[in-house]
């Protein structure tokens, strides 16, 4: 693959991945927040947890 993936799913069905890991805050693999590039919103170039809670010290645990 020489370009960003367009989902999480495609990088199961190429290999990259087994499968969609789950989200240790949320258990489930279905609460992934996708990151896209500003340029294009196309494709992902990260992801993060898609929890919308705060932590005890007032930082969003997307954040980590």
């Not at 190429?14 to 949320?26: A, E, S």
């Not at 590039?37 to 932590?55: H, K």
Request: glycine share 4%.
């Amino acid at each position: 693959m020489n370009t960003y993936p367009h989902s999480l799913k495609q990088l199961v069905d190429t290999g990259y991945l087994r499968h969609i890991p789950v989200d240790p805050i949320t258990h489930s693999h279905k609460t992934w927040e996708l990151i896209r590039p500003v340029e294009t919103d196309e494709v992902i170039s990260d992801i993060r947890s898609g929890y919308r809670l705060m932590t005890s010290k007032g930082t969003p645990y997307s954040d980590w």
